[in-house]
């Protein structure tokens, strides 16, 4: 059974920065991609950026610059670092993952994320001005 949980969200001030994990259990996490997505309130879920089982990485425009993504295989984590954060960004941080066989839909700006597979819990990351 495949679990993602997801920690590190918070309330923080525009400009400031946070970190997120998302520790990955129950298959061989070298084959999978993986993603950070986001949902605000009223709004869709969006992707915000995925990594392949290298180091090939994607960014939504909106976060390209200021969001890092990256993976631990050693501890089986996912990361995504966020800098100079805007209320904006203000939204429910959800980690996900898929088999090497279907990474497009974790892809930031691919719109599939109904297709994705496994999904952590969420985690809060509030950011006011």
């Known amino acids: 059974q495949v679990q993602l949980v997801e920690s590190g969200g918070g309330s923080v001030q525009a400009g400031g920065s946070l970190t997120l994990s998302c520790t990955v259990s129950?298959?061989?996490?070298?084959?999978?991609?993986m993603a950070w997505f986001r949902q605000a309130p009223g709004k869709e879920r969006e992707g915000v950026a995925s990594?392949?089982?290298?180091?090939?990485?994607k960014y939504a425009d909106s976060v390209k610059g200021r969001f890092t993504i990256r993976k631990d295989n050693v501890v089986n984590t996912l990361y995504l670092e966020i800098n100079s954060l805007e209320p904006e960004d203000t939204a429910t941080y959800y980690c996900?993952?898929?088999?090497?066989?279907?990474?497009?839909?974790?892809?930031?700006?691919?719109?599939?994320?109904?297709?994705?597979?496994?999904w952590g819990q969420g985690t809060q990351v509030t950011v006011s001005s």
């Open positions: 129950g298959y061989r996490y070298r084959l999978y991609c």
């Open positions: 996900a993952a898929e088999n090497y066989l279907n990474c497009g839909n974790l892809f930031p700006s691919g719109g599939r994320w109904r297709l994705v597979s496994y």
């Open positions: 990594i392949d089982s290298g180091t090939f990485t």
